[in-house]
């Protein structure tokens, strides 16, 4: 088991049943999690479990307007001022979490897991990471550092309904929508198919988001991984 505690000025944890403006779910999501725990120390030879989420600031939710572009940026220019849009958003500010996951290993791993638990405990005590972790968007940066005994989650209860655990990447030669990469013994291979969200009935207790283990397997099962 891992723990960090992450903290920001600013988060938006996206509610992806809003299509246009940007709705922020009021709690992380697992997924968002994962995206910091890889952001400080990432291998192919495992992956984040997050088992839960102590929330220790709330944080106050605001409106803001951004300007966006309604296009994907590739190998071809364009002229921003031809594709930008203004949009609001729903995020929220001053947020600060503690991060609880396991280290779930491939099957052909061959290090033993207290090995990478080790280095990403040693990485978030000098504060390194590969690149820098966010808090939902790219903008939003985050802070981390070694959990405190002073470190409780605040005595909140609440409902939050279903909640994005993390995207499924089905490889199906069939169904070519996107590419994506895949990690095995031999290396990293592209790899083509589909994409599926996976979701939970997530609520707050005495201040903790449980994530249950199960869903997780799930996952697997739709990526056809196998995960020790």
Known sequence: MVTVKVWGDYACFTRPEFKVERVSYPVMTPSAARGVLEAIFWKPEFRYEIRAI??????????????????????????????????????????????????????????????????????????????????????????????GEGDRPQPLDMDLGNMLLDIAYVED????????????????????GYHRALFFPARLEAGWLRVPPEKYRELYRLEGEDYV
């Open 54 to 147: 102590g929330v220790l600031n709330m944080g106050s939710e605001m409106v803001i307007l951004r300007n966006e572009i309604d296009r994907r940026q590739g190998s071809n220019p364009f002229f921003v001022e031809d594709a930008r849009q203004q949009r609001c958003s729903l995020v929220l500010k001053n947020v600060a979490y503690l991060i609880r996951a396991e280290m779930s290993l491939q099957s052909w791993a061959t290090d033993p897991v207290y090995k990478y638990r080790d280095q990403f405990n040693r990485r978030v005590e000098r504060g390194q990471c590969h690149h820098r972790p966010y808090l939902g968007t790219r903008e939003f940066a985050a802070f981390f550092a070694p959990a």
């Open 173 to 192: 030669p069939s169904r070519p929508e996107m590419g994506f990469v895949r990690h095995g013994p031999g290396g990293a291979r592209r790899a083509t």
